[in-house]
């Protein structure tokens, strides 16, 4: 299969090839048929943190057309999508690495929530959108914070794997 810039996206700890590929066309499996509008919704609850763009989305959705993956045809307004028996064989053979990935993505986004990590997303957000800069002492306070948290996880990964080596 040809690699298009929707094979690869980075979630920081998560880098898989062909996820946006996989995610449209397992919804479409779950859905059974659904147009664009209906893959955002469905990957919008499945994950709750990632929806393509349009500009990522119906690229993807053509490909995987022009790949065999998929079918379409207009249904009133819209153009909908179905797996053809290529899709569905595909899917089929990846459908519990799909789902095991759906749901590390959701507790990943779970504990970001949990911690707070979302809402210091958001606010740098808002600061970048107000083109505000946060003043140095600020950063580096919120760097020192973060250093402390690495070390805590790093720890935690150190026990685990010596426990797990034994």
Wanted: glycine share 6%; no cysteine.
């Amino acid at each position: 299969m040809a690699e298009s810039t929707a094979d690869v996206i980075d979630f920081g700890f998560i880098r898989i090839r062909g996820l946006i590929r996989d995610l449209v066309l397992y919804s479409i499996a779950k859905l059974g048929k659904a147009h664009g509008y209906a893959i955002r919704g469905f990957l919008s609850e499945a994950l709750k943190i990632y929806v393509p763009s349009s500009g990522v989305l119906y690229p993807t959705l053509h490909e995987l057309e022009e790949q065999g993956f998929v079918k379409s045809f207009v249904e009133g307004r819209r153009k909908v999508y179905t797996l053809t028996e290529k899709g569905s064989e595909y899917i089929s053979s990846r459908i519990s690495e799909i789902e095991k990935t759906v749901a590390r993505i959701r507790r990943a986004v779970e504990i970001a929530e949990y911690i707070g990590l979302k809402e210091l997303l958001d606010i740098l957000k808002e600061l970048w959108e107000l083109d505000i800069e946060p003043p140095k002492n600020v950063i580096d306070a919120i760097r020192d914070r973060v250093r402390e948290i690495n070390n805590i996880l790093r720890a935690t990964l150190k026990s685990i794997q010596s426990l797990n080596t034994r």
